[in-house]
T-cell receptor
Framework: GQQLNQSPQSMFIQEGEDVSMNCTSSSIFNTWLWYKQEPGEGPVLLIALYKAGELTSNGRLTAQFGITRKDSFLNISASIPSDVGIYFCAGQLERGTSYGKLTFGQGTILTVHP | NAGVTQTPKFQVLKTGQSMTLQCAQDMNHEYMSWYRQDPGMGLRLIHYSVGAGITDQGEVPNGYNVSRSTTEDFPLRLLSAAPSQTSVYFC?????????????FGPGTRLTVT
């Protein structure tokens, strides 16, 4: 199936540091979404992106839809302990057999040390 | 609104047993889907439905059946459980239109097949 390459796989940071993670693909996506999952819970939508070049913020989180439509980035500024969790990117392909379905990245595990 | 609810929270099955994982949503969403989450693999789509009476296969449909008789409910049936189906299962729903890919997830069912 279609692969989304998400990196890094894990991050260990100090409280107050900024965080960056990204997703890349060899195919073009027309929608990018970023989710956060906490232990024992389902993923929660953080940001949705619908246009190439779009930059959207949600509090300390900022995400961008790459110009090539093959990648997306998520930044977290001034991290706090409650940012801990797994962050997933997800995309919807522009065309092909996977049209209409979401493809998820493998996730970035974020640990924040107080 | 309760959002997306899933039952049971935990389940242990023996190889060859069958069972149904329940999923319900009270947001009047047309689109519902089932994912499985395995370590390091992100979420993979099993089956999805774009409305009552309409279902389709996702990336990993083998060994699972679904039906959608009402807008609210989307049960997932395991016909003959296998150890490879040990996983965490998430149900999700989303509205149609612009927000079609902004999926809302349930809390998950952790299934172990021995």
């Amino acid at each position: 199936g279609q692969q989304l390459n998400q990196s890094p796989q894990s991050m260990f940071i100090q409280e107050g540091e900024d965080v960056s993670m990204n997703c890349t693909s060899s195919s073009i996506f027309n929608t990018w979404l970023w989710y956060k999952q906490e232990p024992g819970e389902g993923p929660v939508l953080l940001i949705a992106l619908y246009k190439a070049g779009e930059l959207t913020s949600n509090g300390r989180l900022t995400a961008q839809f790459g110009i090539t439509r093959k990648d997306s980035f998520l930044n977290i500024s001034a991290s706090i302990p409650s940012d801990v969790g797994i962050y997933f990117c997800a995309g919807q392909l522009e065309r092909g057999t996977s049209y209409g379905k979401l493809t998820f990245g493998q996730g970035t595990i974020l640990t924040v040390h107080p | 609104n309760a959002g997306v609810t899933q039952t049971p929270k935990f389940q242990v099955l023996k190889t060859g047993q069958s069972m149904t994982l329940q999923c319900a949503q009270d947001m009047n969403h047309e689109y519902m889907s089932w994912y499985r989450q395995d370590p390091g693999m992100g979420l993979r789509l099993i089956h999805y439905s774009v409305g009552a009476g309409i279902t389709d296969q996702g990336e990993v449909p083998n060994g699972y059946n679904v039906s959608r008789s009402t807008t609210e409910d989307f049960p997932l049936r395991l016909l003959s459980a296998a150890p490879s189906q040990t996983s965490v299962y998430f149900c999700a729903s989303s509205p149609t239109g612009t927000g079609a890919y902004e999926q809302y997830f349930g809390p998950g069912t952790r299934l172990t097949v021995t």
